[in-house]
């Protein structure tokens, strides 16, 4: 799996940032401070999270 993080990202918060990897149609999500914990989500399922961000549902 090839994992990716944020561009917002930098080396001093390499643990403390989400990393993705998309995989046979699912995107994988992970905390890079514990890889091992993994989210496994669908397309549908990953679209109505980035709606959702984008529209700063989310309790900050």
């Known amino acids: 799996m090839y994992w990716q993080k944020s561009s917002y990202s ?3 918060e390499e643990a403390a940032c989400v990393e993705i990897c998309a ?3 699912a995107v994988h999500v ?3 401070d514990v890889p091992e914990a993994q989210l496994r ?3 549908a399922a990953i679209a109505a999270f980035l709606r959702a961000t984008k529209a700063d549902r989310f309790v900050r």
Do not use: F, K, P, Q
């Open 10 to 12: 930098t080396d001093a």
């Open 23 to 25: 995989v046979d149609g």
């Open 30 to 32: 992970r905390e890079g």
């Open 41 to 43: 989500l669908g397309s």
